[in-house]
């Protein structure tokens, strides 16, 4: 069997084709959402390394490869996907937003204290659609959230986290948000990412 030696790091310190290991550990230990995967061959890794992550690496990459070509053409690579992390509920929250083709992440806020899953996704929907209103991009946005959506387009965070001193932030960045949403029309289509098919969304912490 041939020895896996070189080493892709879509998202890390550098991110790269690496051929000994110890160059790659450096670019990922310690690094929030390092993204990487061994490939026995340096054909097989540059592919990899021009290509999505999320075809190679996470839970459901098995899974994912079982998929037909029909249900992968479904996803839409030139977009944005948003997703949540929350330690606790409530507890630690933050969120973040990724490019689906690269796996770049392109924003993150937080950690923020007394949050909770619900708010981070809503939060992070509105940021993105600002972000890419903001840059003039006419891509999709995804996300896996159906509450989140439905709040986005009721223009209301529907929670029923009490609000106390430790979340004020929290709370202050939901009204901006709503503000944002009252005040504001766009044309970006905000899809519900299929994770039953496609596995885990792009923008995914990893943490479950």
């Not at 509920?89 to 992440?105: F, Q, S």
């Not at 223009?155 to 504001?184: G, H, Q, S, V």
């Amino acid at each position: 069997m041939a020895k896996k030696n070189f080493y892709v790091v879509w998202n890390g310190v550098k991110p790269g084709i690496y051929r000994q290991w110890n160059e790659a550990k450096a670019q990922v230990e310690g690094y929030d959402g390092a993204i990487y995967k061994s490939f026995p061959t340096l054909e097989q890794a540059e592919q990899a390394f021009r290509d999505s992550p999320w075809n190679y690496v996470g839970k459901n990459a098995e899974k994912k490869k079982t998929v037909s070509i029909h249900n992968n053409a479904a996803i839409i690579k030139e977009s944005l996907s948003v997703d949540a992390a929350c330690s606790g509920n409530p507890g630690l929250m933050e969120y973040r937003g990724v490019y689906v083709k690269t796996g770049k992440e392109i924003f993150r806020q937080g950690p923020f204290e007394m949050g909770t899953n619900n708010i981070g996704e809503f939060l992070a929907l509105v940021h993105g659609l600002a972000l890419l209103k903001q840059k003039k991009l006419n891509i999709p946005l995804y996300s896996d959230s159906r509450n989140a959506i439905k709040w986005v387009k009721d223009k209301k965070c529907k929670t029923k986290l009490e609000r106390i001193p430790e979340n004020e932030i929290i709370f202050d960045l939901i009204a901006r948000a709503e503000k944002w949403l009252r005040e504001n029309t766009y044309t970006t289509p905000i899809l519900k990412w299929e994770t039953d098919q496609w596995g885990e969304i792009p923008a995914d912490f990893g943490r479950k």
